[in-house]
């Protein structure tokens, strides 16, 4: 079965570094997404993105966050400056022209420390 | 602020019962409606979508949908230990580009 795949599974970092998070959609999907989840809390929307452009973004993506589909396969999250409260669980998700159901990764735990 | 509230729990229900799972959401205007299962550390998955006022069944799974009073529920038939999740319920809202707004999840605990 098709499935949203996120690497890597968990990255640690250093405050005021850069990461960038990987997603592999599943291949005949055309919307993608990008939602975190601090813990213990609930899964908030970051950015949503067709056609090589973001649709959607909330206020918690801000200047910090940029998302790139640099290929036919890959999406990616960058946070060029990361903090603290930036350390979540960060899901990918995408879905077909037709639906609306979204399917997501196993999601890439971010500790900044 | 558009909200999709529901009950944090626990929800503890014996082995063999059945669940139910509410869900109330600010939108009328709203069209789609899904029920997540999450294990601990784990990513959303997919249960049950719905669309349209009334039932929905897929295996021991029923998903009820009441536009009027704005309420989404999930009812889970013989319950197992397995099933023992936090169940997340999400709403596109109208003119949002397809983005999933999440309640904070009921966690729901079947026992022995």
């Known amino acids: 079965e098709p499935e949203v795949t996120q690497t890597p599974s968990h990255q640690v970092t250093q405050m005021g570094q850069e990461v960038i998070l990987r997603c592999v959609p599943i291949s005949n999907h055309l919307y993608f997404y990008w939602y975190r989840q601090i813990l213990g809390q609930k899964v908030e929307f970051l950015v949503s993105f067709y056609n090589n452009e973001i649709s959607e973004k909330s206020e918690i993506f801000d200047d910090q966050f940029s998302v790139e589909r640099p290929d036919g396969s890959n999406f990616t999250l960058k946070i060029r400056s990361t903090k603290l409260e930036d350390s979540a669980m960060y899901f990918c998700a995408s879905r077909d022209r037709g639906g609306t159901e979204a399917f997501f990764g196993q999601g890439t735990r971010l500790t900044v420390v | 602020q558009k909200e999709v509230e529901q009950n944090s729990g626990p929800l503890s229900v014996p082995e063999g019962a059945i669940a139910s799972l509410n869900c109330t959401y600010s939108?009328?205007?709203?069209?789609?409606f899904f029920w997540y299962r999450q294990y601990s550390g784990k990513s959303p998955e997919l249960i049950m979508s719905?669309?349209?006022?009334g039932d929905k069944e897929d295996g021991r799974f029923t998903a009820q949908l009441n536009k009027a009073s704005q309420y989404v529920s999930l009812l889970i038939r013989d319950s197992q230990p397995s099933d023992s999740a936090t169940y997340l319920c999400?709403?596109?809202?109208?003119?949002?580009?397809?983005?999933?707004?999440f309640g904070t999840g009921t966690r729901l605990q079947v026992t022995l």
């Open positions: 719905i669309y349209s006022n």
């Open positions: 939108d009328r205007g709203s069209q789609s």
């Open positions: 999400a709403v596109i809202y109208t003119g949002t580009a397809s983005k999933l707004t």
